[in-house]
Each structure stands twice: as structure tokens, then as C-alpha cells.
């Protein structure tokens, strides 16, 4: 909205500013940051009163977490609403791909907050079924898909760029969309699943957006990619603007989630966070690089994916408990030790791929 006072520039002043990606950028992460300063107790409070008993604790989780009960959930609120509320105020609201984004993010943000809603209200772990919030965010990733194909530039609708491998494209004609499908849907479970302790999905999440939004920036400028040689995805720069607020609103709510914390992400935050990243791999041609910056999400996924096929093959156990996390409570890990590790993994892992920008 903002960026419309660059309107009113002559060219070299103040108003000027307003044009600049970059600026906007970080307006839109010290909004959401103050955001969550001035309403995140307000916030925790009414969550306390509305809920009561918090979010209920699985009988079957590690032991250290009874001691979490009465904990109120829905935290993802705060995030969501300092995100909206910055990229609304800081973004160019006539750019398509911030609406894409923006559109996943909520539509499975509406999901996670049916569910906490359930489980709350019902004081059991048993929210809305896992058979309609599939098909629910089934439909929500077909139509960001269909979407994307539509946003993209001509030469590279449907088709899939390869990290490292720069001048390749797999052309996945109508598979694109089934291939969107998966990314979006898979990045916001797994992101869903590694929301388990206290801080340890939320730091993961603002690496891998901030990743994210330096990619989309640097895809959406003709001269970086040029001298890259990435492909060059039209308008996507104004994502920076999207992630920047994400994690502005991720530290505003980090503040109130750090252990021991004074309220949960929920599935609120967890989906809607997840979906936005994999929205805007799809949106920036990015896909396998998530794979690379979110691997913590893909291990985390991974090892219930494993964990279940495995029990139910030979009645046996991997780990001592997934998602992996859990299994290193078990093992009698610090639930600090686990977070700041999983943390390090995260921001290597970024680092790893944003390196294969340059890389040839």
C-alpha cells in the first residue's frame, strides 16, 4: 500500500524511497516485530481465558510434557495477523505472486485454526479429521498451482529448474500442477510435524524464509540472474517483502514461545507457515532447493514416515518415538539441546542453499 506514496516522487526524494524493494523490506519486518511485541500478551491472555484448559497434551507424548499443560494454543494468530497486516501495508498489492502467497498462507492458516479450535473445544488431542484436512489442502495447493502456471513467464510455464544444473528444464507439462500439489501440501506438514517443542519449528521456518526471500529476490531481477544464470521469474522480488514480515512477526512471536513457552504455534501457525514455503518455491522455481532448506521439515517428516511403515511391517520401532525430535526426548536430550541443534542444522542448511545460486 506504501508503495504508492512513490508516486508522489519526483525522483530524488523522500517518496523515492518507496519504490525500493529493499526498504520496504525492512519497514515490513520491524512492523510485524513491533506488531507482535505490543499485541502478542494481549493476545496470549485472551487465548488463556478462551481456552482454559490449553491445548491438551498427548498421553502417549514424552513425559516432560505434562508439565506444559494449560499452555494456550493458537500462538500462530500473532504471526499470521502482524504478516497480513505488513504485507498489506508494505507490498505492491497489484504484484500476483504476493496474493498467491498470501492465499495459501491463510487458506491453510483457516485450516490449522479449525483444527485447534476442535481440540480445544473437546479438550482431546482429536481435532478436525486427517481425511478432510488432506482434501482440504488438496484443493488449496491445486489452485496455487494452477495459479503459478498462470503468473509464470511463458518459457517457463510447467516446467522444473534444477539447482547447480542452471541451463536445465524439465518440461512436466500437466504434471506441474500434481508437482506443486506435493511440495505445498508436503512442506505444510512437515513443517506441522516439527512443530514439537518450545521455539523449534518457528527459528527453522524464519531460515528457510529468509533463504526464500532472497532467492525470490534475486530470481525476480534481469541483471542478478543474468549474472548468476538463474532463470529470471518476473515480479517475484516482492515475496523479500512477504518473508521479511514473516520473520518479523516469527521473532515477535519467538519472544513469547521461548521455553518455557507462554503459548503454542498450533496448527494455526504451523500450516499456514509450512504452505507459505512451499508456495513460494513453487512461485520462484525453487521446489528442489526447499528441499534442501527446509531438510530439517524433510527429516522430520521422514522419520513418521518411516516409523509407521516400519511398525507396521515387523511391529517394531525405528525410533524410540517420531517425529525425531521426540526420539531424542526419549533419549534424554534437554529439550533446549534439541531445539539450539536443530537450529544450527536449519542455518547450515540454508547456507548450503543459497550457495547453489552461484554454483555451476
Known sequence: MLYWLA????????FNLFRYITMRAGGAFFTALIFGFIFGQPLINMLRRRQGKGQPIRDDGPEGHFAK???????????????????????RLDNGYVWLVL??????????????YAKVSKANTKGVSSRLR?????????????????????????????PIFKDVLINLSFAFV???VIVIVGSANAVNLTDGLDGLAIMPVMIAAGTLGVIAYVVGRVD??????LHYVPGTGEILIFTAALIGGGLGFLWYNAPPAAVFMGDTGSLALGGALGAIAVATKHEIVLAIVGGLFVVEALSVIIQVLYFK?????????????HHYEKKGWAESTIVIRFWIISLVLALIGLATLKLR
Not at 508516486?7 to 523522500?14: C, I, K
Not at 499443560?69 to 507490498?91: H, N, Q
Not at 492465499?103 to 485447534?116: L, Q, S
Request: proline content about 4%; hydrophobic content about 55%.
Open 178 to 180: 500434481p508437482f506443486a
Open 69 to 91: 499443560a494449560g499452555t494456550p494454543t493458537m500462538g500462530g494468530l500473532l504471526i499470521l495477523t502482524a504478516l497480513l497486516t505488513s504485507t498489506l501495508l508494505w507490498a
Open 103 to 116: 492465499f495459501v498462507t491463510f487458506a491453510y492458516g483457516a485450516i490449522g485454526f479449525a483444527d485447534d
Open 7 to 14: 508516486e508522489l516522487s519526483d525522483g530524488g526524494d523522500f
Open 313 to 325: 511391517r515387523t511391529g517394531k520401532r525405528v525410533f524410540l518415538m517420531a517425529p525425531i525430535h
Open 224 to 229: 542478478y540472474t543474468d549474472y548468476l544464470g
Open 134 to 162: 488432506l482434501a482440504l489442502g488438496l484443493c488449496i495447493a491445486v489452485i496455487a498451482g494452477i495459479w503459478a502456471t498462470i503468473l509464470h513467464p511463458e518459457a517457463l510455464t510447467n516446467q522444473l529448474a534444477l
